[in-house]
């Protein structure tokens, strides 16, 4: 078991996480440095695979991309709590007053969720309006950083199930919250640079839900029943893997039984397989601003970032 400690800019806190398992956690208070551009990968990214969170910040940070990080939670999740439109509008006010009284101007975001709720919690006060959301494929792939097809086949055969030297062919998987930009969705096909690469007929502004939402809403069949198409989708496209932008929706298609296989493209990029198998079938770590809310167990929240 390994142990991660991570400097949280925006909560002023220092955390410690165990990994795998995500057993022994400990928040302290702490003055983290002041910093202008923050890293902020999100709940699914830290729950099923600390180990890249940690790289990335750690690539962005020695490259001046960012100089701060952030634990917390978007405020999504908050909502499949009883009463949880209330509880989402107080935390994203408590989230405006923090930023608000720090120097960040720029936030880097590793989840399409992550974007689309931060931009609109932070566009709701004339204080936060005007600080920029930038989508982490967009950032590496300005950075010069793309997909080495050997890299990315590698992953594709450890995972065991297309034979290895056997011919592999990407299908995007397009996240639903950035249907409206396609910011991600053009990132991701960037930086999956020479790998062969084809269009589904649910694209971009046609894409649709990975399944995690009537998850959460308890029909657990029919949010299988979504993520499945999305492998039977990628057959019909002419291929024999997906790949995502969203870790969310790489955990949801991959537990439905679909019936071809599906990366996030960071494990690509990284060359390491997140190993789903110690995934525990819900999230069990958000981070909050409250003291006795930073480590709060969410396992109803299955499948949802």
């Given amino acids: 078991m ?3 400690v991570f400097e949280d800019a925006l909560a002023k806190s220092t955390v410690t996480c165990s990994y795998p398992g995500l057993e022994a956690v400990t928040v302290k208070k702490a003055d983290a440095a002041s910093c202008t551009s923050l890293f902020f990968p999100g709940c699914s990214l830290i729950n099923y695979a600390l180990p890249l969170a940690q790289s990335v910040n750690d690539l962005l940070v020695n490259a001046g991309e960012v100089d701060g990080m952030s634990l917390l939670c978007c405020g999504k999740i908050l909502e499949y709590e009883n009463d949880g439109g209330a509880s989402r509008a107080a935390f994203e006010q408590q989230f405006r007053e923090h930023i608000a009284q720090t120097d960040i101007k ?3 975001t590793a989840c399409p969720n992550c974007a689309f709720a931060l931009r609109k919690l932070l566009a709701a006060s004339d204080e936060t309006a005007g600080i920029e959301i930038v989508p982490l494929p967009r950032v590496l792939v300005d950075m010069g950083y793309k997909v080495d097809p050997e890299t990315a086949a590698s992953v594709v055969y450890n995972d065991g ?3 290895e030297g056997a011919p592999i062919t990407f299908c995007p998987k ?4 950035d ?3 396609g910011e991600f969705a053009d990132a991701l096909r960037e930086i999956m640079g020479e790998c062969a690469l084809v269009e589904p007929k649910y694209a971009r502004k046609r894409s649709y839900c990975c399944g995690s939402r009537p998850r959460a809403a308890g029909h657990y069949d029919l949010g299988d029943k979504m993520a499945r198409r999305h492998g039977t989708h990628a057959k019909e496209a002419g291929a024999n893997a997906l790949v995502t932008p969203c870790i ?3 955990f949801s298609i991959l537990g439905s039984g679909c019936e071809v296989p599906v990366f996030h493209y960071l494990e690509l990029l990284f060359g390491w397989n997140i190993p789903w198998y110690l995934a525990e079938g819900y999230m069990k ?3 909050l601003f409250d003291d006795n809310d930073s480590n709060r167990d969410v396992r109803s929240y299955k499948g949802i970032g």
């Fill in 2 to 4: 390994d142990e991660y």
């Fill in 106 to 108: 720029r936030i880097v």
């Fill in 161 to 163: 199930r297309i034979e």
């Fill in 174 to 177: 397009d996240s639903c919250p």
């Fill in 179 to 181: 249907r409206a930009t």
């Fill in 248 to 250: 969310s929706c790489t």
């Fill in 285 to 287: 770590l958000r981070f």
